[in-house]
C-alpha cells in the first residue's frame, strides 16, 4: 500500500516557477515508478511526467517538455516536479501518482495509486 501527498501548489504570474513534491508513505517507495498528471477546469486528466524506480528512464508530454522537470530522491521516499516557464495554459490540478508498471503512465486508468492534487493557478 503506498500513500501519496501533494504540495508546493499556488498562485503564480506567467514565466514563473514553482517547484511540486509528493510524500509517499510505504516500506517498498523505491520500488514503485512515479509520475504526475495533471487536470485543467473543464478538461481530462492528462499525463505530465514520469521517472522510473531506477531513474533509468524519464518520459514529458510534449506540452511541459524543457520547461518541466521530474526528479525522485528515494531515501527520503519523494518526488518532485520543477516547473519553470508557467503559462496560464499550465493551470490545473496536479496529481502524484505510483504504479508498479511504467507502462501504466501511458494508460492513467490503470495508475494504482493517486494523490489527491494540488492546485496550479498561473495568471497573465
Known amino acids: 500500500q503506498v500513500h501519496l501527498l501533494e504540495s508546493g501548489g499556488g498562485l503564480v504570474q506567467a514565466g514563473g516557477s514553482l517547484r511540486l513534491s509528493c510524500a509517499a508513505s510505504?516500506?517498498?517507495?523505491?520500488?514503485?515508478?512515479m509520475g504526475w498528471f495533471r487536470q485543467a477546469p473543464g478538461q481530462e486528466r492528462t499525463f505530465v511526467a514520469a521517472?522510473?524506480?531506477?531513474?533509468?528512464?524519464?518520459n514529458y508530454a510534449d506540452s511541459v517538455r524543457g520547461r518541466f522537470t521530474i526528479s525522485r530522491d528515494n531515501a527520503n521516499n519523494s518526488v518532485y516536479l520543477q516547473m519553470n516557464n508557467l503559462k496560464p495554459d499550465d493551470t490545473a490540478v496536479y496529481y502524484c501518482?505510483?504504479?508498479?508498471?511504467?507502462?501504466?503512465?501511458?494508460?492513467?486508468?490503470?495508475?494504482?495509486?493517486w494523490g489527491k492534487g494540488t492546485l496550479v493557478t498561473v495568471s497573465s
Open positions: 501518482a505510483a504504479d508498479q508498471n511504467y507502462s501504466d503512465f501511458f494508460r492513467p486508468a490503470g495508475i494504482n495509486y
Open positions: 510505504g516500506r517498498t517507495f523505491s520500488t514503485y515508478h
Open positions: 521517472v522510473s524506480w531506477s531513474l533509468a528512464a524519464t
